[in-house]
């Protein structure tokens, strides 16, 4: 059996980039946060919220160097951070453009 590493389609890289995180909330509530990522890869990021979302809902994240806007699906979560959810948020198609100013010359597109 894979482990999940082993089943990604693109590599993940530790990267702090700040987002603004538009959507709901799971009482269905618009919602504007300002974040940041705890990794990133061409598929998508992995980020902290204090908001509560649902797997399979669609948010809008902002990149805040740049000004580019991408929606994601909520994938999955992870063990809390600093009392913050982590969440695993899946593009609809790889963009490693996305972080394209963020020194990640090795995020790639697969």
Do not use: C
């Not at 089943?7 to 980039?17: A, C, E, K, N, Q």
């Amino acid at each position: 059996m894979l482990s999940q590493d082993e089943r990604r389609r693109s590599p993940r890289f530790l990267m702090d980039v700040a987002l603004i995180v538009r959507g709901e909330s799971v009482l269905r509530e618009p919602f504007q946060e300002e974040t940041f990522t705890i990794s990133v890869s061409a598929h998508g990021a992995l980020v902290v919220l204090a908001r509560k979302v649902a797997v399979g809902q669609w948010i809008s994240l902002e990149n805040l160097k740049t000004h580019v806007e991408i929606e994601g699906r909520v994938a999955r979560f992870g063990p809390p951070y600093g009392g913050l959810a982590q969440v695993g948020i899946e593009f609809a198609r790889p963009a490693p453009e996305f972080w394209s100013n963020q020194s990640s010359a090795g995020v790639e597109r697969r």
